[in-house]
């Protein structure tokens, strides 16, 4: 490994690789990462044909289509990360895709966490103040709100732009990986530098990046949660069941992968001096395939489970598609003795 300026596969990983626990694990990950690009894709691409096109626009599809572009962007880079591993993380595509690759990835994939934390935010609000919801919630203002989640992943991605470059290991193999050659005058310092600025983007990452959305999301529909069994709003348990659903997706699919990397970032010196806790690098892969995962998954958890999808899909996809995310926010008037539901009701089927 160049300790003196850059963070590469060492001896260790080169043995490592050839493990059979590590292969079976390899293969599964480049497995899971195929079926995320196919319906990553389909289904991605479907919720931004129908929101994006074929509906009016309002709140909810501003949000389902900004999510539904930054898991396409995301799960659209699959196949150049999916050569990546399959060679054994060396990069084949040169130096401009190794950047503009990556950025896109880290945009996009925090871009997706930042969203769905604004969702439910936006869920919240309509259950909690439906008449202050009703009055303010508008379109304008939405489209403003909507690229803050974009601008706090760009702030993210900085790292990304400043250091990461493709590496030769001095035997002909080209990495795409962290580099700070020209952050010090010794090898002492550059790793010095190295150490600090890469455990300093892991723990913002684990705490901006994962803890504070992952707070945002449990905690809204926690609220909206005992708003339902209080009020008797919906009597069905579907409602919850999809809150659920999403929460614990969320979740199981990102959790394991944060904490192998804040462990990664609390452990940086032993992993890189002392050779211990290698366990790291064979739960990276798994790991990271299953947070990946989450890109395909949304569609499903945000669209597809708001009403009786099974129903409606034989009938009309994209009909079903456009029906579970408009809203219908003339059904709030208290003056009407149709069987209409209330906004906060409306709000909670809409999900």
């Known amino acids: 490994m160049e300790t003196n300026h850059s963070i590469a596969p060492n001896e260790y ?10 292969t079976v694990l390899w293969i599964l990950s480049l497995v899971v990462l195929g079926i995320t690009f196919v319906f990553g ?11 994006g096109f074929r509906m009016a626009r309002s709140v909810t599809t501003i949000c389902y289509l900004n999510l539904a572009l930054a898991d396409f962007s995301f799960t659209a880079t699959l196949p150049f990360l999916i050569v990546s591993m399959a060679m ?3 990069w084949p595509f040169g130096w401009f895709l190794c950047k503009v690759i ?9 871009g997706s966490v930042f969203l769905i934390a604004f ?15 009703q009055n303010h919630r508008t379109v304008s203002l939405a489209t403003k709100l909507i690229i803050g ?13 400043i250091f990461l470059t493709t590496v030769n290991d001095g035997t002909g193999n080209i990495y795409c990986t962290f580099t700070f050659a020209h952050w010090g005058n010794s090898t002492e310092q550059r790793l010095k530098v ?13 705490i901006i990046g994962f803890s504070m959305p992952m707070s945002i999301v449990a905690i809204c529909y926690g609220l909206i949660a005992a708003k339902i069994r209080k009020k008797g709003m919906i009597k069905s348990s579907r409602p919850l069941r999809v809150l659920t659903a999403v929460v614990a997706s969320f979740f199981l699919c990102w959790f394991p992968f944060q904490m192998v990397a804040l462990l990664s ?10 050779g211990k806790y290698k366990i790291l690098d064979v739960l990276t892969n798994p790991t990271s395939s299953l947070a990946f995962f989450n890109s395909c998954l949304n569609p499903i958890l945000y669209v597809f489970m708001g009403q009786d999808f099974r129903e409606r899909l034989i009938h009309s996809l994209p009909a079903s598609l456009e029906r579970a995310l408009t809203e219908d926010l003339s059904q709030t008037s208290d003056t009407t003795n149709r069987s209409t539901l209330p906004h906060e009701e409306a709000e909670l089927q809409a999900m």
Request: contains cysteine; charged residues 15%.
């Open 13 to 22: 990983e080169e043995i490592l690789h050839e493990s059979a626990g590590y």
């Open 41 to 51: 894709i389909l289904g991605n691409g479907l919720v931004i044909w129908v929101a």
């Open 88 to 90: 054994k993380e060396r």
């Open 102 to 110: 990556h950025i896109v990835v880290d945009i996009n994939l925090f």
């Open 119 to 133: 969702i439910a935010l936006d869920r919240c609000i309509c259950v909690l103040h439906p008449v202050w919801a």
């Open 149 to 161: 989640p974009w601008i706090f992943a760009l702030v993210l991605t900085l790292p990304v732009f």
């Open 194 to 206: 190295a150490i600090t600025m890469l455990t300093i983007r892991g723990i913002i990452r684990f």
């Open 265 to 274: 970032t609390v452990w940086l010196k032993q992993i890189l001096f002392e």
